[in-house]
């Protein structure tokens, strides 16, 4: 397969762990604030082959600890990146996913394989209004499904959300804690205007540190432990 990027180091994406990281191409999603824009509208000019990726891998085992799996939306290309990720194992790396978990047949196929160590999902917004924060219309129930299969706990796995003021209200914070209660990490991630797949979402703003505070308390009602980036 072909990837949209390879990022030799990164110390924050692997929680605990040295990474490396991989971007995958093309989303099934259009999040006005999603800052890889170029990988979702499938613009990006610097390509990267498996076999570059895996021959920069071969040279980093023994190095790292981890690879990284982005995108984009990774689990849209299926079996090809099965078969990558079985080959990054094969190497010796953990491997971690982010994704929006709109593909749950994929996450159970990486789970049962043993093919994954850690699944990082973004929850957009509770699912009633998942389809706004998405841009695209949602099968939420692929949505409950990759929660539910995350909550029996059989990898690493965190779900996060990327807050803005006018796409999530405090209200929209404590449904989407109880939508998934009883997980083991929530993280709040305080959305920061770089770049941006719809310009207007820069000029966008998210809470004070004193207001995510106050979600971090109602959402440790629901969760084990909730996060604050
Ligand atoms: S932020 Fe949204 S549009 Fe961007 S990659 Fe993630 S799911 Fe796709």
Redesign the pocket.
Known sequence: MIFGGLNPLTLIDYPGKTSAMVYTIG?N???G??H?PE??DETVEDTYSEEYVLSFLEKRVGLLDAVTIT???PTMHEETLLSFMQKVKDLGFLVKLDS?GTNPNFLRKAIDRQIVDYIAM?IKAPLAKYYVT?GRPVDTDAIRQSVALLKEDRVDYEFRTTVIKILTSPEDIEAIAKEIEGAKIYNLQKFVPTKT?NPQFLRKTTYTDEEFLEFQKTCARYVTFCGIR
């Open positions: 989303c999603f259009r999040c604030y999603c890889n990988l979702v995108g984009g939306e929006n973004d998405a797949l």
